[in-house]
C-alpha cells in the first residue's frame, strides 16, 4: 500500500472516529432536552385523602400545562406554597414527598412542567423554558385563586429548584424559596 493511500485511510478513520463521536453527543443532547415521561398515576391527592382540583393553564409560548390544587383542610387559606418537581419526575412523584404540608394550612399547587408528567410539549430545557412554566402556574394562581395568592411560597427539588431560585429574583413578593439540590451548573 502506498504512503498516498495510508493516508487516505487514515483520514477516512479519523473522519469517521468524529462523524461517531458528533453522533454520540447528538445522542446524549436529545435525551437532555427529551426525558422520558413518567406517568402522573403512580400517587395522586386521592392516595393521601386529599380535597383537590385539576387544573390547567399555557404558558406564554403555548405550551398547555396540568396540575392540582389542593386547598388547605377545612378550607382554602391565604397561604400556598407552588411546588416544582425535578427533571425527569413529576407532580405525583413530588407530592408523595410533600403532601405533609397541606395538614400545616397551607393550600399546594403542583404541576407538571412541559415534556413532564401529562403536561404538553417535547422539549425540556433544564430550567431555562421551565421558569416560563412557572409564570404560568404563579399567574394562575394570582388570577384563578386571589384569596390564595395572599401569601405565597415556592419549593423546587433540581431542575425545580433553579426554577425556584429565578422565582425569587423575578417575584420580590414571594414570601419563602426553598431550593433543593438545586444543581449550581450545566456542567
Known amino acids: 500500500m502506498s504512503k498516498a493511500e495510508l493516508l487516505n485511510w487514515f483520514l477516512f478513520a479519523l473522519a469517521a472516529l468524529a462523524a461517531l ?23 395522586s391527592p386521592d392516595q393521601y385523602k386529599l380535597a383537590f382540583e385539576t387544573v390547567e393553564f399555557s ?6 400545562l396540568k396540575g392540582w390544587f389542593i386547598p388547605a383542610p377545612g378550607g382554602e387559606s391565604g397561604r400556598t406554597i407552588i411546588l416544582c418537581h425535578g427533571r425527569g419526575s413529576n407532580r405525583g412523584e413530588l407530592l408523595r414527598d410533600t403532601h405533609f404540608l397541606a ?12 415534556a413532564s408528567g401529562d403536561s404538553k410539549g417535547a422539549v425540556s430545557s433544564v430550567g431555562y423554558l421551565e421558569t416560563r412554566d412557572f409564570d404560568a402556574a404563579y399567574e394562575f394562581l394570582k388570577n384563578n385563586r386571589a384569596h390564595a395568592a395572599e401569601s405565597v411560597a415556592v419549593y423546587g427539588v433540581s431542575m425545580g429548584g433553579s426554577v425556584a431560585i429565578y422565582a425569587a429574583g423575578k417575584y420580590p413578593e414571594l414570601q419563602c424559596v426553598l431550593a433543593e439540590n438545586t444543581f449550581i451548573s450545566y456542567s
Do not use: C, H, M
Not at 404558558?59 to 398547555?64: E, F, H, W
Not at 399546594?108 to 412541559?114: A, E, G, K, P, V
Open 103 to 114: 395538614e400545616q394550612g397551607f393550600n399546594l399547587l403542583y404541576f407538571d412542567f412541559r
Open 59 to 64: 404558558t406564554a409560548d403555548g405550551i398547555r
Open 21 to 43: 463521536a458528533v453522533y454520540l453527543a447528538y445522542r446524549k443532547s436529545y435525551e437532555v432536552i427529551q426525558p422520558p415521561r413518567k406517568p402522573v398515576g403512580a400517587f
